[in-house]
Antibody, heavy 117, light 106 residues
Framework: EVQLLESGGELIQAGGSLRLSCAVS????????MNWVRQAPGKGLEWVSA????????YYADSVKGRFTVSRDNSKNMLYLQMNTLRADDTAVYYC??????????WGRGTLVTVSS | DIQMTQSPSSLSASVGDRVTITCRAS??????LNWYQQKPGEAPKLLVY???NLQTGVPSRFGGSESGTDFTLTISGLQPEDFATYYC?????????FGPGTKVDI
């Protein structure tokens, strides 16, 4: 059974840094690209970042480029999102999602990041 | 970036109704269009991928179709568990953009 479990979300002041983690199991981790998607309270879904299976290729939404860094440790089946210079509009539930071909087949339950200004 | 629009933004329906949600891309995305269902407090769930392919385990009352840059999600015979918000997503080009969502309620 595929499982994704995010952690690391918390209340943090604007300008601060936070690292989110996503622990995965149930599939061969390095065979799949992974994504981060966020959802601000009461709002829609926003794609944030993607990373290839090897970790060699990374992609970002313009809204987080230069502030967020996605990485993975394939030996530990872990996905990460390092978030720096956090802003109030980064407040959201952050989901990790497994990408199969061109769709997001599996999602974690999310972790809440609240940035106070 | 490719912009995705959805219509309607919300709709009221009854159990047994046929519901149609439309998603339009601002440019060609080929067939790289996915549909997700999200219920309050839950993660999104994949319903349809590549415009018209039903994800394993999703009831056959859900269906997807495409016509150029217009995509449609149809629910034939709405069930109580279908009341949720539905999002389309294009994965033709990064950034992978989502539509704003369509809320289906009673």
């Amino acid at each position: 059974e595929v499982q994704l479990l995010e952690s690391g979300g918390e209340l943090i002041q604007a300008g601060g840094s936070l690292r989110l983690s996503c622990a995965v199991s149930g599939f061969i981790f390095n065979n799949y690209a992974m994504n981060w998607v966020r959802q601000a309270p009461g709002k829609g879904l926003e794609w944030v970042s993607a990373i290839s299976g090897s970790g060699d290729d990374t992609y970002y939404a313009d809204s987080v480029k230069g502030r967020f860094t996605v990485s993975r440790d394939n030996s530990k089946n872990m996905l990460y999102l390092q978030m720096n210079t956090l802003r109030a509009d980064d407040t959201a539930v952050y989901y990790c999602a497994r990408q199969v071909v061109r769709y997001f087949e599996d999602w974690g339950r999310g972790t809440l990041v609240t940035v106070s200004s | 970036d490719i912009q995705m629009t959805q219509s309607p933004s919300s709709l009221s329906a009854s159990v047994g109704d046929r519901v149609t949600i439309t998603c339009r891309a601002s440019q060609s995305i080929r067939s790289y269009l996915n549909w997700y269902q999200q219920k309050p407090g839950e993660a999104p769930k994949l319903l349809v991928y590549a415009a018209s392919n039903l994800q394993t385990g999703v009831p056959s009352r859900f269906g997807g179709s495409e016509s150029g840059t217009d995509f449609t999600l149809t629910i034939s015979g709405l069930q109580p568990e279908d009341f949720a918000t539905y999002y389309c997503q294009q994965t033709n080009t990064i950034p992978f953009t989502f539509g704003p969502g369509t809320k289906v309620d009673i």
